[in-house]
């Protein structure tokens, strides 16, 4: 996004990617609380699998919560609060550059944390489909 040369491009970009985050918050916030009143289908594992399955969703959640704030606050905190035509999506906080550093220093690292965790998950769907031989890829089918 810094890279991008044309100086109105990068406030669409920039904003783009706030807004693709917004709408991201919205979705894991209705999905969390989905996956807390429908139990998944049981599926025989072992324990290991399971604490390996339980750490590896419950921080993706946890990042897929934290990443959206972190760059929400950060984005406030900075004076770009995220906007759609006239309406600005701000938060009840001080523009104050400290802040604003905090919160994107953590929107940095959480990128790296995210790809690490994204690249366990998908290698653990992949084992199960294509070792395991078992039905995980497709319980997530309607
Ligand atoms: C799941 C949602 C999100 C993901 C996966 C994500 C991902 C990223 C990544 C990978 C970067 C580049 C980090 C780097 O420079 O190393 C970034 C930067 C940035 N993000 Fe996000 N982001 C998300 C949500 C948001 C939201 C909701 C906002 C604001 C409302 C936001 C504002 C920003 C800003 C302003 C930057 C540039 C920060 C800088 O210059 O250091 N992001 N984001
Ligand atoms: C090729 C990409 C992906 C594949 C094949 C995949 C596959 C799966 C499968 C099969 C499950 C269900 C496991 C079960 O039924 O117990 C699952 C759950 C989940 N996936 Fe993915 N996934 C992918 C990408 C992602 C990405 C990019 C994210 C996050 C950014 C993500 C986040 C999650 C979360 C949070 C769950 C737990 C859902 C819940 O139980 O509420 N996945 N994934």
Redesign the pocket.
């Known amino acids: 996004?810094?890279d991008v040369p044309n100086k109105l491009l990068k406030g669409i970009v920039?904003n783009g990617?706030?807004?693709?985050?917004?709408t991201?918050?919205c979705l894991?916030i209705l999905r969390f609380f989905w996956m807390l009143i429908n139990p998944k289908p049981y599926l025989e594992a072992t324990r290991l699998e399971r604490l390996a399955e339980r750490t590896v969703h419950w921080a993706l959640y946890i990042?897929?919560f934290a990443?959206?704030?972190?760059?929400?606050?950060?984005?406030?905190a900075?004076g770009?609060?995220?906007r759609w035509g006239s309406l600005v999506?701000n938060l009840p906080i001080k523009p104050g550059e400290y802040v604003a550093d905090i919160a994107?220093?953590l929107?940095?690292k959480?990128?790296?944390i995210?790809?690490v965790l994204i690249s366990l998950h998908v290698l653990a769907a992949l084992f199960h489909h294509f070792v395991k031989k078992d039905h995980v890829l497709q319980r997530m089918l309607p």
């Open positions: 996004m810094d920039f990617h706030k807004l693709i985050g917004l991201i918050l894991v990042a897929l990443m959206p704030l972190a760059g929400w606050i950060g984005s406030v900075g770009r609060p995220p999506f994107f220093t929107h940095n959480l990128a790296i995210f790809i």
